[in-house]
């Protein structure tokens, strides 16, 4: 099993930026990739962003290109989202996910999730 702990949501101004967190621990060897999910309520559930961590190499929805980053730290455990230039519209419930393989948008692809991180941008 894997446990994904979330932390760095908070509450922000448009144009502001915050930086997501994902700390993975447990049997982590066969989820090469690490990604991120958002949700809003009454909205179905969102891929925002992928790593896939023997590379580096990274996947992200047309929505967040060029504003938000995924990257992981030199041993893989780790992995963060800046998050830069936010918009109200990105206000949501985000969650860390983590699996074998990276390049499919749908939630129910990925078998390991993270209890959430709240993230709200007011205008």
């Known amino acids: 099993q894997v446990q994904l702990v979330e932390s760095g949501g908070g509450s922000v101004q448009a144009g502001w930026s915050l930086r997501l967190s994902c700390a993975a621990s447990g049997a982590t060897a066969k989820t090469n990739c690490r990604g991120w999910f958002r949700q809003t309520p009454g909205k179905e559930r969102e891929g925002v962003a992928q790593i896939y961590t023997k590379t580096g190499r990274t996947y992200y929805t047309d929505s967040v290109k060029g504003r938000f980053t995924v990257s992981q730290d030199n041993a893989g455990n780790t992995i963060f989202l800046q998050m830069d230039f936010l918009k109200p519209d990105d206000t949501a419930m985000y969650y860390c996910?983590?699996?074998?393989?990276?390049?499919?948008?749908?939630?129910?692809?990925?078998?390991?999730w993270g209890q959430g991180t709240q993230v709200t941008v007011s205008s």
């Open positions: 996910v983590a699996d074998q393989f990276c390049g499919s948008w749908f939630p129910g692809d990925f078998d390991n």
